[in-house]
C-alpha cells in the first residue's frame, strides 16, 4: 500500500512511498542538492526517476522543463501521482519506458541530465534482494554504467552537465567510460558517513566537452556528527539543528 510522507523539510511536498518498492533516500536528495541549474538550463531529464523525488526537489530551484524517465509500471504510476499531487504537472512530465529506447528521442536535446542508478554490478556471487523493485534499482539488470553514460552521451548537448551519484569503489571504470563518450568530470565531492569512516558515495558533476581536465575536488560531505545529522545534511533537508538523524 502507497502511504503518503511529507518531503521532510518541505511541508509543500507530499511524496507517495511503497514499502516494497525502493523508496527514495538520501542519495536522491544529496544529488538533487548537488546540482547547479544554470540560468540558461530549460530542458533537464532524470534518468531512472524512480518515484519522482529527483524533479520534484529540482523545482526548488528552477522552472526548466524536466523530464522523468522510470522503467518500472508501478513505480511509474507512483511518481505521476506525486507530480499531481503536488500540482507540477505544468512543469514535470513523466514517461514510461526504457532508457536503452531513448535513442529515439533528439540527440543533444537536453540542457541538464541527472542519474541516481544501480551501484552494483550482477555476477554470480550477486545477493539480489528478493522485492523485484529493488533488485531492478539497486543491481545492473537493465542499465549499466556503460549504457547509461552512452544515453547521456547521446542526448546531451555540447556544452551541458550531468550530474551522478555513485559508489568510490567503480571510479576509476567511471572516469574510463566517461572518457570515451567525450564525457569531463568537472567537480567531484566525496560523501563519508562520519570523519572516522571511509567514503560510500560520491557525487559528480560531468561536462559533455572534448576539452580535458579542469577537475575540482571539493570538501568532503559528512552525513553524521555522533548520532545526529550534520549541519549540511540538515540544511539539504531544510530542517532545524535539533533534529535527530532519520534512517
Not at 523493485?133 to 539488470?141: F, G, R, S, T, V
Amino acid at each position: 500500500m502507497w502511504r503518503k510522507v511529507e518531503l521532510l523539510g518541505y511541508p509543500k511536498y507530499q511524496i507517495y512511498q511503497h514499502h516494497e518498492m525502493f523508496s527514495f533516500t538520501l542519495d536522491s536528495l544529496l544529488l538533487a542538492d548537488y546540482i547547479r541549474i544554470r540560468k540558461d538550463v530549460k530542458n533537464i531529464l532524470d534518468l531512472g526517476t524512480g518515484n519522482g523525488v529527483i524533479p520534484i526537489y529540482l523545482t526548488l530551484k528552477t522552472e526548466a522543463k524536466i523530464t522523468g524517465i522510470e522503467v518500472q509500471e508501478d513505480v511509474y504510476k507512483m511518481a505521476l501521482a506525486n507530480v499531481l499531487e503536488n500540482k507540477l504537472k505544468a512543469q514535470i512530465t513523466l514517461v514510461l519506458g526504457d532508457l536503452h529506447q531513448l535513442n529515439c528521442y533528439p540527440l543533444k536535446s537536453y540542457d541538464l541530465i541527472s542519474a541516481n542508478p544501480p551501484y552494483f554490478k550482477v555476477t554470480k556471487k550477486s545477493n539480489l534482494n528478493l522485492s523485484p523493485y529493488k533488485q531492478i534499482a539497486k543491481h545492473e539488470l537493465m542499465v549499466t554504467l556503460e549504457s547509461l553514460l552512452k544515453t547521456v552521451s547521446k542526448l546531451l548537448k555540447n556544452g551541458g552537465y550531468f550530474y551522478l551519484i555513485y559508489f568510490p569503489e567503480r571510479l576509476k571504470e567511471c572516469f574510463n567510460l566517461l572518457e570515451k563518450y567525450q564525457l569531463e568530470p568537472k567537480r567531484m565531492r566525496l560523501v563519508y558517513p562520519n570523519q572516522a569512516k571511509k567514503a560510500n558515495h560520491v557525487l559528480l558533476e560531468i561536462k559533455k566537452s572534448p576539452a580535458k581536465g579542469g577537475l575540482i575536488i571539493e570538501a568532503p560531505l559528512y552525513i553524521y556528527q555522533g548520532d545526529k545529522w550534520s549541519d549540511e545534511v540538515l540544511k539539504i533537508y531544510n530542517c532545524g539543528s535539533d533534529n535527530n538523524a532519520i534512517e
